[in-house]
């Protein structure tokens, strides 16, 4: 089965609005990565965030290891905030693992 | 800062047609990825390098060769295109492993007709 589930699948916001997105992974899990891919567009690095709660700007990522599971946090949200949001993680050995995403839409 | 610079664009392929995807970084990373993003399916890792020379698979290498001649260049190959495929390729890089931070580039979007 999928090792990296994430939830919801998509997400329809009014600007300023909070959001969480959740992210469980079915394996021990070395590191854990969030990314940001805009519409049509590359993929970025936000956080990485193996264990503990971490900020940025208005994103906050909180990961249990020993649950498998990670959250980011996006507070009041903007119309930029729109796009995808990846979780991806590091089982030792191999490179990242992704889930398949889920899909933000912010309206103002 | 560095920048990841895939060529094309975009690539449109006949069947059974050979078509190579270039990738060129200039982070003077290590390790070097390729990944295919399919809609409603995440990104599935195709090959990885973690030196010049080297090529390691990933779980979706079957249909697919690929080159890592130089440190800056990982090029992947699909050996023989599928009617109808469309996927967006993603080449990434990070300095040693991928428990560091991934850069992308934009990707290469194929088509095959």
């Known amino acids: 089965g999928q090792q990296v589930q994430q939830s919801p699948a998509s997400l329809v916001l009014q600007e300023g609005e909070n959001a969480e997105l959740q992210c469980n992974f079915s394996?021990?899990?070395?590191?854990l990565q969030w990314f940001y891919q805009s519409p049509g567009g590359s993929l970025v690095s936000l956080l990485s965030n193996p264990s503990g709660t971490k900020h940025t700007g208005r994103l906050t990522s909180t990961t249990v290891t020993k649950e498998r599971r990670s959250s980011l946090h996006i507070s009041s949200s903007q119309t930029t905030d729109s796009g995808t949001y990846l979780c991806a993680i590091h089982q030792g050995g191999r490179a990242l693992i992704f889930g398949t995403g889920t899909t933000v839409s912010v309206s103002p | 800062g560095g920048i990841i610079t895939q060529t094309p664009k975009f690539l449109i392929g006949q069947e059974g047609q050979k078509l190579t995807l270039k990738c060129q970084q200039n982070f003077n990373h290590d390790t070097m990825y390729w990944y295919r993003q399919d809609s409603g399916k995440g990104l599935r890792l195709i090959y990885y390098?973690?030196?010049?020379?080297?090529?390691q698979k990933g779980d979706l290498s079957e249909g697919y060769d690929a080159s890592r001649e130089k440190k800056s260049s990982f090029s992947l190959t699909v050996t023989s295109a599928q009617k109808n495929e469309m996927a967006v390729f993603l080449c990434a890089s990070s300095i040693r492993g991928s428990n560091e931070r991934l850069f992308f580039g934009h990707g290469t979007k194929l088509s095959v007709l």
């Open positions: 394996s021990t899990a070395t590191q």
């Open positions: 390098s973690i030196t010049e020379n080297d090529l």
